[in-house]
C-alpha cells in the first residue's frame, strides 16, 4: 500500500504540475483546459501511502523512538490544533504579516510552531493529564471539573514505563 499510494499519488503530482508548468501556472486557463481534477483521488493515494510508510516505519525500534516524539502532541491534539490557529492569526493578522511571507518563509514560521508544540506538549504532559482544551472539553462532557494535576504515583508509573525493558539474556 505504501509504494503503490505513493507511487500513483507521485505520478498524479507530477502530471498535474507539468500541465501547470506548460500553462504558466494561469489557473484559469489551467482549469478550462482540464478534462479532469485528480486532486481527490492524488490526495487519498498520498494519503494511504504516507500512512502506511509510518506504519511500517513505526515497527522498527529506531523509527519508533523518534515517532514518540510526536506523542505527547497527538495526546493534545485538540490543544495544539486551537493553538496553532490562534498563534498564526496573532502572527498573520496581529502583527501584520499576512501576505507579506514568501512560500519558503512561512517553512519557518510552521518549523517553529511545531517545535514549540512539540516542547510544550511534552512539559505540560509532565505535570498534567491532558491539555488545557482537553480538560475543558472532558469537564463540560461531564458537567463537572476533572481532575487536571497528575498524582506523584502517576507520574513515577508513567516513568517506569517509558524505560525500555533489559535485555534477557539465556
Not at 502506511?52 to 519508533?64: A, D, E, N
Not at 498563534?87 to 502583527?95: A, D, E, K, Q
Request: glycine share 4%; with cysteine; charged share 15%.
Amino acid at each position: 500500500i505504501a509504494v503503490i499510494g505513493i507511487s500513483v499519488g507521485l505520478l498524479l503530482n507530477y502530471l498535474m504540475l507539468k500541465a501547470a508548468y506548460q500553462l504558466r501556472f494561469d489557473n484559469v486557463r489551467l482549469t478550462q483546459d482540464q478534462q479532469f481534477n485528480s486532486y481527490q483521488i492524488r490526495r487519498v493515494f498520498q494519503t494511504m501511502g504516507y500512512l502506511s510508510l509510518l506504519i511500517l516505519l513505526y515497527k522498527v525500534i529506531p523509527f519508533r523512538k523518534i515517532l514518540n516524539v510526536f506523542a505527547p502532541v497527538g495526546q493534545m491534539a485538540f490543544t495544539n490544533y486551537l493553538s496553532q490557529s490562534i498563534i498564526t492569526s496573532i502572527i498573520f493578522y496581529g502583527f501584520g504579516l499576512y501576505g507579506t511571507l514568501q512560500r519558503y518563509e512561512i517553512y519557518y514560521v510552521v518549523i517553529s510552531i511545531w517545535a514549540f508544540q512539540i516542547v510544550f506538549s511534552h512539559v505540560w504532559l509532565c505535570y498534567f493529564r491532558f491539555g488545557p482544551f482537553e480538560w475543558l472539553w472532558r469537564s463540560l462532557t461531564y458537567w463537572r471539573p476533572q481532575a487536571m494535576l497528575k498524582k506523584r504515583n502517576e507520574f513515577l508509573n508513567e516513568e517506569a514505563q517509558n524505560q525500555d525493558p533489559l535485555p534477557v539474556v539465556t
